[in-house]
Nanobody, 127 residues
Framework: EVQLQASGGGLVQAGGSLRLSCTAS????????IGWFRQAPGKEREGVSC????????FYEDSVKGRFTIFSDSATNTVYLQMNSLTPDDTAVYYC????????????????????WGKGTLVTVSS
């Protein structure tokens, strides 16, 4: 059974940083891709960043490029999202998801619909 556990959310001031973690189990970590998605109040869920554990390719949504970094640790089956220079617009519930087979940009498109999702972790950025 695929399981994804997201953690690391919290309250931070604008300009601050947070690191989210997504710990995975139930599948061969190095073969899969994992992504971070977020849903702000009153808005649709959107893809933030994804990483392919099989080839190391990454994808970032335009608004987070240069501020967020996604990286993977196969020793602990964990994917991290380092978020710097946070703004109130980054306030959302962040979810991690896992899938296999499609390109990173496709997997990170919310319309594709990754098959496996974890529960979210709330990030609140105060102004």
């Amino acid at each position: 059974e695929v399981q994804l556990q997201a953690s690391g959310g919290g309250l931070v001031q604008a300009g601050g940083s947070l690191r989210l973690s997504c710990t995975a189990s139930g599948f061969i970590f190095d073969d899969w891709s994992i992504g971070w998605f977020r849903q702000a109040p009153g808005k649709e869920r959107e893809g933030v960043s994804c990483i392919s554990n099989s080839n190391g390719r990454t994808f970032y949504e335009d608004s987070v490029k240069g501020r967020f970094t996604i990286f993977s640790d196969s020793a602990t089956n964990t994917v991290y999202l380092q978020m710097n220079s946070l703004t109130p617009d980054d306030t959302a519930v962040y979810y991690c998801a896992a899938d296999i087979g499609a390109s990173i940009s496709t997997l990170c498109d919310i319309n594709y619909g990754m098959d496996n999702w974890g529960k979210g972790t709330l990030v609140t950025v105060s102004s």
